[in-house]
C-alpha cells in the first residue's frame, strides 16, 4: 500500500530528527578523538573541534606504553569478563526456577527481589558488610557485591516463562535433570534475553569505579575508570615527558583524550556482536509473565 503524502513529509521529519540526535550524541565523541590526534599548539590555540590540526599520534604512543595504563586496562578486562560471566551464570540458575509457577515461597522471593531495586542497603552498610566478610583489598570485592542484578533477574525470568513447557517435559521425559534442561534448553533458546543482560553486566562492570574508591587501596588493583579519573580529575599520571620536544607534541587534553579514546574502544568492538539480540531480548523479556 502506497504512502500517502502526509505519511512522507512524517517519515523524512522523522530521519532528520534521529540525524541530528545521533550527531548531537556523537559531537562530543568526535571532539575528543579529534583532540587525541591534534598536536599541542592547536589544542592550546582552540583550533580543534571536529577534525585534527597538525595530526600527532604520539599521545597513544605515550599512553599505550604507560605501565600503570596497561596494568588498569588489564585489570578492567579481567573484571568485565570475569564479573559479567559470573553474574550470567548466577542470574540465571536464580530466574530459572522463579519462572516456574509450582515453587514454593516463590511470590515472596520475587517481592524481596523487587524489594531490592526500590530499596538498597546503602553505602555504609555495604561497605561494612564487605569488609566483616573479608573483600576489602581483593579483585573479589569487584565480582560478588553486585554479582545479581535484581531488572536482570526479571527480564531472564519473564523470558525463560516464554519457553515452550512441551520442550522440558520431553526432556524429563529422556531422563534430562533440571540442571540439564536449563544448560541444554532453556538457555540456548534464550539467547536474545541472554545478550541483553550480557551487555547491561558489561557495561557495568567496565564504567564501574566507586566499587574500587570504596573497597580498594591497593594500586595494583586498580581498573581503568580509576586511572582516568586520577589522569582528568586529579591531573596525575606516571607518564613522564622525556625532554622539551616530547612537551611540544603532547599537551595534558591530547592525553587525556587518548586515555578516553582507548578506553571506550573495548565496549565499541563488543556492542555489534550483541546488537542484533538486544532490541529483542529486551522486548520479549519485559512485557511476557
Given at each position: 500500500?502506497?504512502?500517502?503524502?502526509?505519511?512522507?513529509?512524517?517519515?523524512?521529519?522523522?530521519?532528520?530528527?534521529?540525524?541530528?540526535?545521533?550527531?548531537?550524541?556523537?559531537?562530543?565523541?568526535?571532539?575528543?578523538?579529534?583532540?587525541?590526534?591534534?598536536?599541542?599548539?592547536?589544542?592550546?590555540?582552540?583550533?580543534?573541534?571536529?577534525?585534527?590540526?597538525?595530526?600527532?599520534?604520539?599521545?597513544?604512543?605515550?599512553?599505550?606504553?604507560?605501565?600503570?595504563?596497561?596494568?588498569?586496562?588489564?585489570?578492567?578486562?579481567?573484571?568485565?569478563?570475569?564479573?559479567?560471566?559470573?553474574?550470567?551464570?548466577?542470574?540465571?540458575?536464580?530466574?530459572?526456577?522463579?519462572?516456574?509457577?509450582?515453587?514454593?515461597?516463590?511470590?515472596?522471593?520475587?517481592?524481596l527481589i523487587v524489594f531490592t531495586m526500590m530499596f538498597q542497603g546503602g553505602m555504609i552498610p555495604t561497605f561494612l558488610v564487605v569488609r566483616s566478610v573479608g573483600l576489602?583489598?581483593?579483585?573479589?570485592?569487584?565480582?560478588?557485591?553486585?554479582?545479581?542484578?535484581?531488572?536482570?533477574?526479571?527480564?531472564?525470568?519473564?523470558?525463560?516463562?516464554?519457553?515452550?513447557?512441551?520442550?522440558?517435559?520431553?526432556?524429563?521425559?529422556?531422563?534430562?535433570?533440571?540442571?540439564?534442561?536449563l544448560f541444554r534448553i532453556v538457555i540456548p533458546v534464550s539467547m536474545p534475553a541472554i545478550a541483553t543482560i550480557t551487555l547491561f553486566y558489561a557495561v557495568f562492570q567496565?564504567?564501574?569505579?566507586?566499587?574500587?574508591?570504596?573497597?580498594?587501596?591497593?594500586?595494583?588493583?586498580?581498573?581503568?575508570?580509576?586511572?582516568?579519573?586520577?589522569?582528568?580529575?586529579?591531573?596525575?599520571?606516571?607518564?613522564?615527558?622525556?625532554?622539551?620536544?616530547?612537551?611540544?607534541?603532547?599537551?595534558?587534553?591530547?592525553?587525556?583524550?587518548?586515555?578516553?579514546?582507548?578506553?571506550?574502544?573495548?565496549?565499541?568492538?563488543?556492542?555489534?556482536?550483541?546488537?542484533?539480540?538486544?532490541?529483542?531480548?529486551?522486548?520479549?523479556?519485559?512485557?511476557?509473565?
Amino acid at each position: 500500500m502506497n504512502q500517502t503524502k502526509g505519511e512522507k513529509t512524517f517519515s523524512i521529519v522523522n530521519n532528520c530528527l534521529l540525524l541530528i540526535f545521533a550527531i548531537i550524541c556523537l559531537a562530543p565523541f568526535i571532539h575528543i578523538l579529534a583532540q587525541s590526534l591534534s598536536s599541542h599548539r592547536a589544542i592550546v590555540s582552540g583550533e580543534v573541534i571536529f577534525w585534527p590540526i597538525e595530526l600527532n599520534v604520539y599521545p597513544y604512543v605515550e599512553i599505550l606504553t604507560d605501565p600503570a595504563f596497561l596494568k588498569a586496562f588489564w585489570i578492567s578486562i579481567l573484571r568485565t569478563v570475569v564479573g559479567t560471566f559470573g553474574s550470567v551464570l548466577f542470574t540465571c540458575l536464580l530466574a530459572y526456577p522463579l519462572s516456574k509457577a509450582y515453587i514454593k515461597g516463590r511470590g515472596a522471593i520475587l517481592f524481596l527481589i523487587v524489594f531490592t531495586m526500590m530499596f538498597q542497603g546503602g553505602m555504609i552498610p555495604t561497605f561494612l558488610v564487605v569488609r566483616s566478610v573479608g573483600l576489602l583489598d581483593s579483585f573479589w570485592a569487584y565480582i560478588i557485591p553486585n554479582l545479581i542484578s535484581a531488572f536482570c533477574v526479571i527480564i531472564i525470568k519473564n523470558f525463560f516463562e516464554s519457553v515452550p513447557k512441551e520442550l522440558e517435559e520431553s526432556a524429563l521425559i529422556d531422563g534430562c535433570s533440571n540442571l540439564g534442561i536449563l544448560f541444554r534448553i532453556v538457555i540456548p533458546v534464550s539467547m536474545p534475553a541472554i545478550a541483553t543482560i550480557t551487555l547491561f553486566y558489561a557495561v557495568f562492570q567496565w564504567n564501574s569505579f566507586f566499587d574500587a574508591v570504596l573497597f580498594v587501596n591497593d594500586r595494583s588493583l586498580f581498573p581503568l575508570q580509576i586511572y582516568l579519573r586520577e589522569l582528568i580529575l586529579l591531573d596525575e599520571s606516571n607518564i613522564a615527558l622525556k625532554d622539551n620536544f616530547e612537551r611540544q607534541l603532547v599537551a595534558n587534553e591530547s592525553l587525556n583524550a587518548a586515555a578516553l579514546i582507548v578506553s571506550t574502544v573495548p565496549i565499541l568492538l563488543v556492542y555489534p556482536y550483541l546488537q542484533r539480540y538486544f532490541v529483542k531480548g529486551i522486548m520479549l523479556g519485559s512485557v511476557k509473565g
